[in-house]
């Protein structure tokens, strides 16, 4: 007997490990089918269908032969068995069967009527996987390496605009949308379709915020490609990567928001705990993420006599920056906070600090190994998207609700945009252009993260109606919107920077744009944004010298009554490097762009709009993600200006 | 009721994520205090303690932490409940408990004495992950960097030595661990510690093999950072390289051979089944693994007109290769086959095939990022290692069963090492010196493939005892033998490649090596490895320039009526790239290597025996893991003896 047992473990066992060898093959498989089509798209300039709209069909297409070739049901798996001597669910569960005693482990509650979706087959079960691997594997890589990757110069300088959209509009959107769903479940439950108790209004807000997370990176992709207007890009840019944190922090604080009385009644109290609650979790997540890169900047920066310089090692330095970047998010997360936001910032702030203290191996080392784990990690994800569209069991499609979600979600777009762009132009000196706000409003894609916060529950019925309708939202505005990317730009004359600027006519414009800012100098530095002016001189004098080799040495920053302090906390090679700080070029060229952009507002075709020296240092920004080696080809540019840099220094 | 419902599941789920965070992080730290840990000891030059110890010690003390810091009993864990409907264990159970359905999904059979062991606390047993995990994930980086990274020349120049030790030396070590545990667990029968029926022959035979498979990482980096003599090395690397394969597929052989009738008996049919099944699952994993590998070199390779290579991508080039790779492993596993094997020669063919196709940047990323994820995983299956000797539960430590294990360990080492060089040093023109066996007797170190195969199967008491035992011998062997190895070297007078050598005596050394070569050269081409000489010609006139941009083109090489085809099927680049061809120089100075070494193999002192062309060439070599860039230096040195080359091709 005891010989039997064992060969009929160890034939289980085999079987298990290749189950989850087929299961990963699968994702491999079409992860290559997807590489592969994009080098046939790439080859023919092909626009239509990004790599993600690629990795979804593919996905979708292997769930449906999953679904209908592998059919074996598995009878076991519907029966519901009764224990009475359980009050709760416990963790770990042990079950004696017929003489051999079962670990079970607990996976997730589940609704009475959705227990006939089990019966399903053992293969669809298995290739859905447990959110909790998108929440920890699959997000934070796309989310930090957008942080990282964030084109600084471009992004401070629409700060205001970028923080506008990100906070008041997806504020706004949510609401919207939130109403408007309420208006749709009203008219369900009218004709019947829906009980009462079924759906509050609070998850009508619910799944206003999770469909406001805006994901455009099949658009970013083209206008990476077409190299469209860097203005433009960095709005997008901006507004999606920090309207992803905010709506996640906004759908915690929605599911935490619980009425004592009536749920569909406002409770002003609890509205507030809720607003509170935002607050909180979004500051402590920033800080969270903020002090992990500092503290990894302090490391790679130190200089401690005895020791050699962690640079010199670039694979214990590439490992620590992943690892500390990586502990970010957990740390925010194992403390209740939203690791997203936490591993966003650590991302800013890395690239910001750390990264200058990098050997010139770790830079690329860490570039490129983000960069693959954000290629890898979002097909996986987006091919995942397609997947679950034929293996989740119990989808609920509800015609009415998947129409309303589709109005709520143009309208709210619509009304985040149009009214706030209105507003930011009155203080804006460079106007967004009406163009410009139909693109953005045509750039509303959902994406990964609206379906990671959708999966993250589906145990009641509302809930897998959310997460299906969703779905569908994501597909449908990935592959229509998405591929409809290059028409819309040529239908809305956003043409891309390199073509049609001639290059004599750029070296004109840059010529004026250098003599106007001499002449208004005084004016406009008085007008560009003042926070940012003084955020940058505190960081420009007091955090890269204390943080990174860069900037000017802090005896000459600090007062005199410091020096002692401030000699033991320089680098030795500050002295020596004092022409690397490209923040100062910074402020410079702020003013530089804004008063290029502006004298150049008012004439209609926008490409016009982007010449001068945005194309000049714009360029290279967009198409490699530089961080900072566009600082060092601004210091070229910039010693020929060396009285500029006087005046302000 | 139904907003209370959601809410609870809500924080459930919260909880649940923050743990999966908490798990993460604990991980992470351990990581991190690693790599500053091995940052402070190359500081120091401190060699005692390799990177992997740390973090098997770190591990270590983390779980001591756990174990006794979070003592927080789950009293339902311990419980068994009876369900009399179910016949089997369900791959899914659905349980009513208290009017809600829940979900649980099936973990693991457990041995009724082990039932009490649950008693533990969730956080331990959230520690101990699955071994899917380390089969899956974390392995396959480790062994395809080790093919990747293979010193191609110095391993096929040793290739019969290394098969030896490999196979036989495999199978010897597995025999005597067996025969020698076999003894032991009689002793215990005999002294009441086991049951008879509970430990057969063949489960002595599993442990032995299962310990045979020897991971000398420590050993080797000390080796790498001290230049040690690269026949050594290469001995080394390439034995534990291929004895991980070897003891995996011999492992899973043993585990499925059973004989009929009395399971102590020899049963020649199922031995012979079992051999059987070992040499197809061998031969198979080889040919899935490099068919993988030879697929990617083709596509990597494909130069259709319309078509732009696909190293214009690297991004894409360097997630194909990736991707592939590692379905060379999953599709292995998948078929039933070992996928450790399959990866490792395709990680072989990789490196002699595709690498010569891709682009140079993305012959960096790939090399860069393997060795990244060979460095975390290396470093967290060592974390883990030490953690799991307080967080796995059903520890059997028996001490004479230990006692047995080291004993049987150091004789099958020796049977193992002295024998077969004996045997090898009788056919080999450069011997294996004496003290060259020392240090490979002392480099025995067991490691992470030895811990994944006991791990696998902890299902009764036999297997319990086999995995405590053989973490304990990790420990031992890890620390001791490790941290003794610079010592070691020193005693056994084994000097670095660079200490003592002039640079002129290595010129003059030289010299006198090419004109002998001149001389002998009919003589030893005749003697040296004709085997190898076949093949060599076979893949340097036809698969080179079938799947590379390098060789000669086949025009040139296949007969005259095959010239249409050959037309088609050549590389462009292949014209003019006709100096680009590696191999002739391999065989060449695969001759000159031998006869130098020859010449100076009587002179007792061992640095004298790597002077010459073994310095020149083989220097680089060890300290990158250069993958060809050592054969374009090779060239230059060719040029000179172009008669040489002329008359071979």
New interface residues.
């Given amino acids: 007997m ?2 039997l047992k ?2 009929v ?2 034939k ?3 079987h ?3 189950q ?3 299961e ?2 699968i994702f ?2 079409l ?2 089918l997807t ?2 089509t ?2 046939l798209f ?2 023919h300039r092909f626009r239509f269908l990004h790599e993600t709209g690629g990795a979804m069909l593919y996905g979708l297409v292997m769930g449906l032969i999953i679904q209908y070739v592998t059919k074996s049901p ?1 009878v ?8 009475e ?14 003489n ?13 009527h959705n ?1 006939n979706g ?1 019966q399903g087959n ?1 293969m669809l ?1 298995k290739m859905t996987f447990d959110p ?1 691997i998108f ?2 594997i699959l997000l934070p890589p796309i989310i930090f390496h957008a942080g990282y990757s964030l084109k600084k110069r471009h992004f401070f300088r629409n700060l205001g605009s970028i923080l506008t959209y990100a906070f008041l509009g997806t504020a706004i959107s949510c609401i919207v949308i939130g109403l408007i769903m309420y208006g749709f479940v009203k008219a369900m439950v009218h004709i019947g379709q829906l009980k009462q ?2 759906f ?1 209004f609070t998850d009508c807000l619910f799944f206003g915020s999770l469909m406001s997370a805006t994901d455009p990176v099949t658009v970013l992709a083209i206008f990476h490609e077409l190299n469209v207007d860097t203005d433009l890009y960095t709005l997008l840019f901006g507004e999606s990567v920090l309207n992803d944190a905010v709506a996640i922090v906004l759908t915690h604080s929605i ?2 928001y ?1 009425p004592k009385e009536n ?1 569909n009644a406002f409770d002003a109290a609890a509205f507030f705990q809720s607003v509170g609650n935002f607050l909180g979790i979004f500051a402590g997540s920033f800080a969270m993420g903020s002090s992990y890169a500092v503290v990894t900047a302090l ?1 790679s920066f130190m200089h401690l006599t ?3 310089k ?1 640079c010199e ?1 670039p ?2 330095e ?3 920056f ?3 970047s ?2 970010a ?3 925010a ?2 403390a ?1 906070l939203t ?1 997203i936001v936490a591993v966003l910032f650590c991302g800013v702030t890395q690239a910001h600090y750390t990264y200058n203290n990098l050997s010139p191996d770790s830079r690329m ?1 860490t570039k ?2 983000f ?2 784990m954000n ?2 990690a979002e097909n996986v994800i987006f091919c995942y998207m397609g997947l679950a569209l034929f293996t989740f069991q119990n989808h609920v499609f509800n015609p009415l609700f998947i129409f309303g979600a589709i109005v709520a979600v143009f309208v709210a777009r619509a009304s985040n945009i149009y009214p706030l762009s209105f507003l930011l132009n009155l203080g804006r000196k460079q106007k967004i252009p009406r163009n410009f706000q139909h693109m953005m409003m045509f750039s509303g894609l959902r994406g990964a993260i609206a379906f990671a916060l959708a999966i ?2 589906t ?2 019925q509302p809930r897998q109606m959310m997460f299906s309708t969703a779905l569908l939202l994501v597909f449908f505005t990935v592959w229509v919107l998405g591929g409809g990317t290059t028409p819309m730009l040529a239908w809305l004359q956003i043409r891309s920077v390199l073509v049609g600027v001639d290059p004599d006519e750029d070296l004109k414009a840059k010529a004026a744009s250098q003599s106007a800012s001499n002449l208004d100098k005084n004016t406009t530095k008085a007008e560009s944004a003042w926070l940012f002016r003084i955020w940058y001189g505190f960081d420009h004098k007091y955090l890269k010298p204390l943080l990174t080799h860069t900037g000017p040495p802090l005896t000459s920053t600090l007062p005199e009554w410091c020096s002692p302090v401030a000699r033991l906390l320089t680098s030795p090679s500050a002295y020596g490097d004092q022409l690397k700080d490209d923040d100062t070029v910074y402020i410079i060229n702020n003013d530089e762009l804004t008063e290029n952009c502006e004298s150049s507002a008012h004439i209609p075709v926008l490409a016009q709009d982007s010449t001068g020296s945005v194309q000049a240092t714009g360029k290279e920004d967009i198409q490699e993600g530089d961080l900072g080696l566009g600082g060092y080809k601004l210091q070229l540019q910039h010693t020929a200006d060396q009285p500029q840099k006087n005046s302000l220094a």
Same sequence: chains 1, 2.
């Fill in positions: 005891e010989k064992k060969y473990s160890v289980d066992e085999d298990f490990y290749h989850g060898a087929v990963l093959l491999n498989f992860l290559i590489i592969l994009i080098w790439k080859n598995d076991e798996s519907g029966t519901v068995y009764e224990c001597k359980l009050k709760s669910g416990p963790s770990t569960l042990l079950i004696n069967i017929t051999q005693v079962y670990e079970y482990q607990y996976k997730r509650e589940i609704s009475h227990v089990h053992a079960q909790s929440f920890n108790w079924e509050h599911s935490i619980s749920p490391i005895k020791f050699t962690l090692f694979m214990l590439t490992g620590l992943f690892l500390l990586w502990s998010f957990l740390s997360e194992a209740g690791g080392r490129q190994l960069e693959f290629f890898l993250r529950d145990g009641s």
